[in-house]
């Protein structure tokens, strides 16, 4: 395992005539967790879609491990990779959507399980066994049989978590995990990642959860107009904002 899990070389991204990233540089540890927080528009789940390649960038680089997120370079041209070969770099990389996006004819147990099963290199009873081990880790073992709509948003969540964590990833990218949460529902979601963190998962969190930035967070991003405005520790960037824009937005979330 390389030590910088993730780099980002200025990387641009548009959508036609909108550029919405503006040349984003970014390095995220090794066991880090590296909040994102930014007002509505900003680039967040762009800059997040570009870090596995669900979307293309315009220019700039994106390594996640050390390999060259959707691209092989070869006698100094970059060369795009096949659809198998993304596939390939994404699975290594788990995501966890504002909105969970179950299978709702599954149960818990073969929602957990799907994934790993599908890619087929290991036998099921092995999915099985850590699937059971995942869902008892995010405190749903009770629940293997239930279907997602018999859950609350909060244990869904907390599916969706397990889901991405069979795949065994060595990054997992949260997209305002907690945001479509009753306020009761969001700190159970939140102490599941906040385990995951104490256990050394390398992570990358777009959230307006302050108090998880400053509690867990071991790098804080602010992102405004797609550009990187200020970063930094998580306490010193929340106690003492340099820039204007991070007063402003923090004022409005604090
Ligand atoms: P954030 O997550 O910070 O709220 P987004 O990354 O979702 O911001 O969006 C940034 C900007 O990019 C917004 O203006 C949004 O409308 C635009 N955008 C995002 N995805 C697309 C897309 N697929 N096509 C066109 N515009 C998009
Ligand atoms: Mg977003």
């Known amino acids: 395992m390389s030590d910088v899990m993730v780099r980002a070389e200025n990387v641009h991204k548009s959508f036609g005539s909108l550029e919405v990233l503006k040349g984003i540089d970014l390095e995220v540890r090794a066991g880090e967790v590296c909040c994102v927080l930014g007002p509505s528009g900003s680039g967040k789940s762009t800059f997040l879609r570009c870090v596995n390649h669900l979307e293309k960038i315009n220019a700039g680089r994106i390594f996640v491990d050390g390999d060259l997120m959707g691209y092989r370079e070869r006698g100094g041209k970059l060369h795009e990779l096949g659809e198998r ?16 996006n179950l299978f709702p004819h599954m149960t818990v147990l073969q929602n957990v399980m799907e994934a790993p099963c599908r890619v087929k290199r290991e036998s099921k009873a092995d999915v099985r066994d850590r699937a059971v ?3 008892d880790r995010v405190g749903l073992g009770a629940k293997t049989e239930s279907y997602p709509g018999q859950l609350s948003g909060g244990q869904q969540q907390r599916v969706a978590i397990a889901r991405a964590l069979a795949m065994r990833p060595k990054l997992m990218l949260f997209d305002e995990p907690t945001s479509a949460l009753d306020p009761e529902l969001v700190g159970e979601v939140l102490d599941v990642m906040k385990d995951l963190a104490r256990d050394g998962m390398t992570m990358v969190v777009v959230t307006h959860e302050i108090g998880f930035a400053r509690e867990v967070g071991d790098k804080l991003i602010f992102m405004d107009g797609g550009v990187v405005v200020e970063q930094g520790a998580p306490r010193e960037v929340i106690a003492n904002p340099q820039h204007e824009r991070t007063r402003a937005f923090l004022s409005k979330v604090l």
């Open 85 to 100: 070969d993304v596939a390939k770099q994404r699975r290594s990389i788990g995501m966890v959507f504002q909105r969970f």
């Open 133 to 135: 081990a995942l869902l």
